[in-house]
Each structure stands twice: as C-alpha cells, then as structure tokens.
C-alpha cells in the first residue's frame, strides 16, 4: 500500500502495536508532518514519578508499547533534535535496534550531556521510531580483499575538509 503526499508516493507498511496497561492513557507513536520518517515516541514512566536523569547520567524509559514489524524490517530508536540542541539529552545507543522478531516493550536509553537534570514527565515525546528495510548476507570468507585507494584508512583517515569524491576505487 501506499499514499500520496505532496505529489510524492510514501510506501506504507502496517505494524501491529500493543498499548500496554501503564500506557492507557498515552497516544500511540505519531508521525508530526506528513513526510516526516520517524513515529515519536513518548515516556509512559508514572505521571507522579518523573525520572530525572542528571548530567552525565543515563535512564531507561518505558513508552509502554509493543511492535510485531515484519520480516525483513528493522526498527531505530533515534534521537530527537530539539532534546539534543536545548537540554544535550540524547538516546546513548543510538540508533537502537528493534530487530522484527522483539515483542517486548520498546524501551529509550535516555542519556544527558547537558549541564542541569533533565526531567522526563508522563508522556513526553522523548525518541523517534523509524522502520527500515534490512538485508541479511551470506558471509565468504576469503585470503584476501580486493584493492582500493582508501585501503585500511580509517579513524578520521580521510581528513575533516571537504573534498571532491573520486568515483574510482
């Protein structure tokens, strides 16, 4: 199935999700622009328990939701900008992995790299859920690569000024 935005074909896939009880009341995962890629993803930790993550600290929240993808699908748990400019609260792994055959919770690692306590209230959009095809591979194992330009440089390797790529190995 798919649905036309702005003249633009979006290819939609259906997720199963299941609202767990501690999330009754909070909305499920919302696109926030008709192109945007990923769902938002809110806090369903207790409304008169915020946690409070303190610089350099980290907490795992709850969004009180549970996914089937498809096969052949991943899910990213990946980090809202606006929380990453204003408070440098970030998700740690990011982007986390939702592997299609995980039916448990969907839980953010949350970490802070600001300078006050970030507090996370009940129901808070605090991480984005993108969905993405995979590719499994068929690993062969070999004596030796073949040859390119850039080799085995890597770790900054290729310098930090901008430069024209060369389409050749």
């Known amino acids: 199935m798919s649905i036309e935005v702005h003249a633009i074909a979006v290819q939609v896939i259906e997720v199963n999700v299941m609202r767990l009880s501690h999330a009754a009341d909070l909305p ?3 696109y926030q622009s008709a192109l945007a890629a990923g769902l938002d993803l809110a806090a369903a930790v207790p409304a008169g328990a915020p946690v409070e993550i303190p610089p350099g600290g980290r907490a795992l ?3 009180g939701i549970a996914i089937a993808l498809p096969p052949g699908s991943e899910g990213q748990i990946r980090p809202r900008s606006g929380l990453a400019i204003r408070h440098g609260v970030t998700v740690l792994n990011a982007p986390g992995t939702i592997d299609a055959d995980y039916r448990g919770e969907l839980q953010v690692i949350l970490v802070n790299h ?3 306590i970030f507090v996370v209230q009940r129901g ?3 991480a984005q859920l993108v969905i993405v ?7 062969v194992e070999t004596s030796e690569l073949d040859s390119t330009k850039r080799a085995s440089g890597g770790f900054g390797s290729t ?3 901008s ?3 060369d389409k050749g190995n």
């Not at 095809?133 to 690993?139: C, K, N, T």
């Open 124 to 126: 808070m959009r605090i």
């Open 61 to 63: 929240i709850p969004t």
């Open 159 to 161: 310098g930090t000024v």
């Open 28 to 30: 499920l995962p919302a």
């Open 133 to 139: 095809p995979v590719q499994h591979v068929e690993l």
């Open 163 to 165: 430069n024209t790529v």
């Open 114 to 116: 600001g300078a006050e």
